[in-house]
């Protein structure tokens, strides 16, 4: 029934029609952006309850995963297994008139997908089984294991997923990165895959579930998969903790698309990359929203000719119906956002699918809640009678030559391909490369390829790197000797790579040689840090080597003295306390935030005279000031002049620092003469004088429109940077920025590429509005009546479980001690964190957030 428009809805500019459902739920109806197209609700609960997969057959019928076993609270009054449900409209009238219930007990299931012949399979976290209904009657009485994942992970949504059938008869499907446990994956033949902590993979078979093997690699969690224009196979993946967005990928053949799960679930380590970053890995074709769950070809429904080779992408995490409209690049595809529908926070659309008749449907899990919960929705999305609209399915992309080009060099495998595959190694395109990189590693050109390390063409030289890594090359020593000093810094940064992969220790006194060999950059550096760091290289020999590397250039030892800084307190003293070491400028900077994290009375002492000395830079003072938040109040009772220092900044950061500890006699005094000496023109200084003095009485904006207004000015970085590292705000205490604070939270080195200003806001204010799916809080209640709460870090073989809790401490439980395990709505980051931020204080956070790309 409609009822309207709504106009409380918080999210600007669109408004939503309500609907009710026969149980009397009130459900809004997503916005769409397009006049040609209809959306209404197909069913709700308690007809559907949090639905994952679907799937249609020939005759129209949807086959729906209804989910029951996706962390059940103690109390769920649902059944205990999941089902498959069948939704029939007899009579087309947009309404299921005969629901049934198709299979059920089943555990962790995830998609659907119709065969070319017609049999419904369905993934589950650990195996792709078919469904059969050999005699037609709409109950499903057996079924085949045709893949079957072994393994101790036994996180729901991590494991096997996506699903799709491609034309020349094979079965793809996604796996997960199962938060790295080591796992074997068994096809119906003798044949298996094995692995652990390379990220997530995709795998192919034929429908009996034989001659399975690994198509490509390096994903987090490829959730859905669909089959695009004949020779695409395309699929979404969500991104690791820090490294937006979410993505839309063309799977190629052995590519390898940047994702490893053993270097750290951030996905910054200098050996990962997320799009085409690294040489050898593969860049996405588009970045998606939050969470995305689900593709559909829009050839394969009735829609307006402008859907014309278009996909559609479901945004669980940002409520989001988005299309892309493809174009080829190169041999692969690119493509841009654009937004279909967008529904409010009760709308999280899953799988997708089109009907024969050319309608589209799609699931929606209804609520952020991870537990079944009750709810669930299919929707139904067609093109509005009178419309001009075909279904076009069957088109297949127009020749590309430089695809067909890719696939010739893919399958190359005798000698007389030699010399086009190292042609191709010069190629522009990542996937040309990557296509002829894959076939150099057949034993084949074993023989010839080692010595293309001698080619005059660099790009040749790395080519010849990436084959020999992939094919596992048995006696890399050597030839590794010779790559760490090539004058392409690109081949010497693959060589640390291979190196530290491999923890080749016997070269673990060679790696300087990469930063000697030519010019070095930051990344270069980067990548040789991990690699030493992996070696576990923190001897004399290494600091000598890096000594006579560094003596060669001024930015290498600018470079080599930030990292001993960050590593070396006493180091960090000498530094910040020796002026004249100002000549390399971040130096001391960098050691007054070395300092913040390792107190002592020297480090105090060398904090307290830079902050004082009016000869330094004011934003080396104000780093020092920083720093010296953390410390006690008798401490900082010394500092109590700089209230009235001649900077603006210094003024500022005392005020804050002064903050945590304004119970002090002598501090409060100062905060108070301050305060009310205060011109008119001090503004700033008087609004952290206020928060210091009496944080209560602070008035602030009291809505998202007020802070909305407030926070339209931009702020300043430099100060922006310092609150976000106060210790009175404490963002640092969870987050990560630039190799300093916390873990608990998302690493926001890259945030601005995920987040506006807009979503910045919106996140400090309301915390627990999205939460992204790999920070959902998990409570654990053990028999004797503790509760634990914290992020899931892990899971052992025999059901125990690990919580990173919110002081950033592992807790490990035992299987034999756990009652339950719930995940939680609520994020483990706190609401009214704004308290703690002045409006400049908050503008200037965002300031510094924003550059964060
Ligand atoms: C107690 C730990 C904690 C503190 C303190 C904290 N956060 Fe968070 N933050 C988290 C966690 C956990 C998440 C992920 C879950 C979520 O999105 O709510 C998160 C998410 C975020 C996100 C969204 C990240 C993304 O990838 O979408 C932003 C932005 C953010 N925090 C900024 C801040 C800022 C700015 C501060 C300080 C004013 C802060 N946080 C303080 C724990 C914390």
């Given at each position: ?20 459902t ?17 959306l ?7 007809d ?5 997969g ?24 649902g059944?205990?297994r ?6 029939e ?13 198709f ?8 998609n659907?997908a119709?065969s ?11 195996a792709?089984v ?49 938060l790295g446990?080591?796992?074997?994956l ?21 429908p009996d ?5 690994l ?10 998969l ?8 395309l ?6 903790d820090s490294?937006p ?27 990962v ?6 040489p050898?890995?593969l860049p ?6 939050e969470a ?19 996909v ?5 995490g ?6 892309y ?21 009760w ?7 089109a ?12 609520d952020k ?11 139904r ?20 030559p ?5 696939n ?20 522009d395109?990542a996937f040309?490369?990557?296509a002829?990189?894959s ?5 084949v ?10 080619n005059?063409?660099?790009r ?14 048995d ?7 010779k ?18 992969e491999e923890k080749?220790?016997r ?18 550096f ?7 760091g ?15 590397a560094?003596?060669?250039?001024s ?5 080599v ?25 971040q130096?001391r900077i ?7 994290e390792?107190?002592?009375e020297?480090?105090?002492a060398?904090?307290?005279?830079t902050?004082?000395?009016r ?6 003072r ?8 953390s ?7 010394k500092?109590?002049?700089l209230l ?7 003024r ?9 500890v304004a119970?002090?006699?002598a ?5 108070e003469?301050?305060?009310?000496s ?8 008087a609004e952290?004088l206020?928060?210091?003095l ?5 008035t ?6 007020e802070?909305r207004?407030?926070?339209a ?16 705000v ?11 604070g ?21 996140s ?22 503790q ?6 870090l892990g899971?052992g ?8 809790t919110?002081?950033?401490?592992g807790?490990?439980?035992p299987?034999n001690?756990?009652v ?6 609520v994020?483990l ?15 200037d956070?965002?300031?510094f ?5």
């Open positions: 029934m409609l009822r309207g428009c709504d106009l409380r809805v918080a999210i600007a500019s669109f408004c939503f029609l309500l609907l009710t026969a149980a009397g739920a009130e459900i809004r109806l997503p916005a769409l952006n397009d006049a040609q197209l209809q209404t609700l197909f069913a709700a609960e308690p559907i309850l949090t639905p994952i679907l799937a249609i057959d020939k005759r129209g019928r949807l086959f729906v995963v209804e989910s029951h076993t996706h962390f059940p609270r103690p109390d769920y009054p059944p205990k999941d089902r498959v449900k069948i939704f409209d007899t009579n087309g009238d947009g309404k299921p008139d005969k629901i049934s219930i299979a059920d007990d089943l555990y962790h299931s995830m659907l119709f070319p012949s017609g049999e419904l399979y369905l993934t589950h976290r650990n792709v078919i469904l059969h209904d050999k005699d037609g009657d709409g109950i499903s009485q057996s079924r085949t294991t045709i893949l079957e994942l072994q393994t101790s992970g036994n996180y729901p949504h991590n494991g096997i997923g996506g699903i799709a059938f491609s034309p020349d008869g094979w079965l793809y499907v996604g796996l997960g990165e199962n446990e080591k796992y074997t068994k096809g119906s033949d003798a044949r298996t895959h094995s692995g652990g902590g390379e990220g997530g993979n995709i795998f192919r078979c034929k579930g034989s001659e399975l093997r198509v490509a690699t390096g994903f987090w969690n490829p959730f859905a669909a089959i695009y224009q004949g020779g695409h196979l699929a979404v993946d969500n991104d690791p490294r967005p979410c993505r839309l990928l063309d799977v190629v053949e052995q590519g390898d698309y940047g994702f490893k799960f053993r270097f750290g679930r951030s996905g910054l380590h200098p050996f990359a997320w799009n085409g970053e690294l050898g890995t996405m074709m588009a970045g998606t929203g995305p769950s689900g593709i559909l070809n829009c050839d394969s429904a009735r829609l307006p000719s402008d859907y014309r080779g278009a559609l992408v479901t945004s669980w940002d409520h989001f119906l988005e299309l409209r493809p174009r080829p690049v190169g041999a692969s595809l690119r493509a841009e956002r654009e937004i279909v529908a967008q529904g409010d926070e709308f999280r659309p899953v799988a997708i699918a009907a024969p008749d050319g309608a589209i449907y799609f699931t929606d899990w209804a809640d991870y537990s079944v919960h009750g709810k669930g929705r299919i929707w999305l067609t093109t509005k009678p009178g419309v001009k609209a075909t279904i076009a399915a069957g088109v297949s992309a127009k020749p590309n430089a695809r067909e080009r890719m010739r060099l893919v399958r190359a495998d005798s000698l007389k391909d030699y010399g086009e595959l190292l042609r191709a190694l010069g190629d395109d040309i490369r990557s002829a990189v076939s150099l590693a057949k034993p050109f074993g023989g010839k390829i080692p010595g293309e390390i001698e005059k063409n660099p040749v030289r790395l080519g010849a790197l990436l084959a020999m890594r992939r094919a596992k090359f006696k890399p020593i050597q030839l590794l000797e790559l760490l000093a090539d004058p392409d810094e690109e081949i010497r940064r693959m060589a640390l790579v291979w190196v530290g080749l220790v070269l673990a006194d060679r790696l300087n040689v990469a930063l000697s060999a030519g010019p070095v950059s930051a990344v270069l980067e990548t040789y840090a991990a690699a030493a992996i070696l576990g290289t923190t001897g004399h020999s290494v600091a000598a080597a890096e000594q006579s560094a003596s060669k250039s930015a290498v030892r600018t470079l003295l930030i990292r001993e800084v960050k590593q070396d307190d006493a180091k960090a003293v000498e530094i910040l306390a020796d002026a004249s070491s100002d000549r390399l400028g130096l960098e050691a007054a935030r070395t300092l913040a390792f107190p002592s020297k480090a105090d060398a904090l307290l005279n902050a004082l000395d000869k330094n830079p004011v934003e080396l104000a780093e020092a000031l920083l720093a010296l938040s410390r006690s109040a008798d401490l900082l009772s500092l109590t002049g009235d220092d001649s900077s603006e900044d210094v500022i950061e005392t005020a804050r620092a002064f903050r945590q119970s002090h006699p501090i409060r005094d100062a905060l003469r301050s305060s009310k205060r011109s008119s023109r001090d503004q700033l200084l952290q206020r928060l210091a009496a944080p209560q009485a602070v602030r904006p009291s809505s998202d429109d802070w207004k407030g926070l000015q931009n702020g300043d970085v430099a100060r922006g940077r310092r609150v976000f590292f106060s210790p009175a404490g963002c640092a205490r969870c987050h990560r920025i630039e190799d300093h916390g873990k608990i939270g998302p690493d926001l080195s890259t945030i601005a590429r995920a987040a506006d200003r807009e979503k910045l806001m919106q400090v204010l309301h915390p627990s509005r999205d939460i992204a799916p790999q920070f959902v809080t998990h409570t654990v209640e053990t028999k004797d009546g509760s634990f709460s914290g992020l899931l899971q073989a025999d059901g125990s479980v690990t919580l990173t919110a002081d950033g401490k807790v490990l439980i299987a001690e756990m339950s395990n719930q995940p939680s709505a994020s980051m706190p609401e009214g964190l704004e308290n703690a931020l002045t409006v400049q204080d908050f503008r956070l965002l300031a957030l924003l550059l964060r790309n």
